[in-house]
Nanobody
Framework: VQLQASGGGLVQPGGSLRLSCVSS??????????IGWFRQAPGERREFVAV????????YYADSVKGRFTISRDNAKNMVYLQMNSLKPEDTAIYSC???????????????WGQGTLVTVSS
């Protein structure tokens, strides 16, 4: 399973940004039925942001982004998106997507990782 995140950039507080994650490889046979987004701010530990299950579409969010971020998927394109609204300076981080089973992603220990994309929220 290969993953590639994109869409990061500089945005002002209160602004919006959409991240994309393209997945290739045999996600279903590898047991990677879920895609998650994680982020790591400078000097901080990596933290879970959101997860979506490929087939059933179930989602789950960290409390810090609930109501502001939306995770979605396009199964035909093997794409997962993270729509980020009402961005705050504390959302500044490198965002990475990762794949594995639902529980593995929620535990923060997914097997497959993509390169991250930098999101900077600043005026």
């Amino acid at each position: 399973v290969q993953l590639q995140a994109s869409g990061g950039g500089l945005v002002q507080p209160g602004g919006s940004l959409r991240l994309s994650c393209v997945s290739s490889g045999r996600t279903s046979s590898s047991g990677s039925d879920s895609i998650g987004w994680f982020r790591q701010a400078p000097g901080e530990r990596r933290e879970f942001v959101a997860v979506i299950a490929w087939r059933r579409g179930e989602t789950y969010y960290a409390d810090s982004v609930k109501g502001r971020f939306t995770i979605s998927r396009d199964n035909a394109k093997n794409m997962v998106y993270l729509q980020m609204n009402s961005l705050k300076p504390e959302d500044t981080a490198i965002y990475s997507c990762a794949a594995d089973g639902w529980r593995a992603v929620l535990s923060g220990k997914p097997q497959y990782w993509g390169q991250g994309t930098l999101v900077t929220v600043s005026s």
